[in-house]
């Protein structure tokens, strides 16, 4: 199993709302990947242009002697999966407290656990989630309106209207209707597992969630 480590964070955060934050670049150290003979390293960096995050280097360098580096090896290098699995454990979100008080940032995988958890929702607040996860899988480089849809229980198309609604009041501005890009095989609940929807995935003791949005 690869073994993925995120290292060399940005000081600088990217704020996306909703309390979703990021460093603006980072690094990952990836060892271990299948038919891979030897360590990848790539640099994530913010792209504006883009509107998410991207791969702006990668290197392989091999493990022992014996090994050269073909292209056919390059093509096994697969620089968005280990630009989300590495964005798992550097984005964070701000949740309010029970109390009331100052807001908890908390790692992104708890929040979807958190969010997936809290099974019934007020039309509104069901509207806010959603925002949230989008900018979550903005954040991971992941398909929104898939994200939306999986950690909401519901189906792609009622996403789309979600989103289409919170884009044209005025809520999220940036969001697109589209899938630009399929899925890594990442399980987003259960970072470091293949992604399985049938698998039960890690979340709090307790059903409910925080408040979400702004």
Do not use: C
């Amino acid at each position: 199993m690869a073994d993925v480590e995120a290292y060399d964070f940005s000081d600088e955060r990217i704020d996306l709302g909703s309390g979703v934050t990021l460093p603006k670049s980072w690094r990952a150290r990836v060892s271990g990947e299948q038919d891979v003979p030897g360590t990848i390293t790539v640099r994530v960096e913010w792209d504006d242009r883009l509107g998410r995050t991207a791969v702006v280097f990668a290197a392989l360098e091999r493990d022992a002697e014996g090994v050269d580096i073909t292209s056919q090896v390059l093509r096994e290098v697969r620089t968005h999966w280990i630009m989300t699995r590495s964005a798992l454990d550097v984005v964070t979100v701000d949740v309010s407290t029970e109390d009331g008080g100052e807001r908890d940032r908390i790692p992104v995988r708890d929040f979807l656990s958190r969010v997936r958890a809290h099974e019934e929702r007020e039309p509104l607040e069901s509207l806010h989630a959603a925002i949230s996860v989008y900018r979550v899988a903005t954040a991971i480089s992941y398909p929104p309106l898939k994200l939306v849809a999986d950690t909401l229980h519901i189906s792609q198309s009622t996403a789309t209207r979600l989103m289409s609604r919170a884009r044209d009041s005025g809520l999220a501005p940036e969001v697109r209707i589209q899938e630009p890009r399929r899925a890594p095989a990442v399980d987003p609940y259960n970072p470091g597992r293949p992604f399985d929807p049938a698998a039960p995935h890690q979340g709090p003791a307790q059903p409910g969630g925080p408040s979400i949005g702004r």
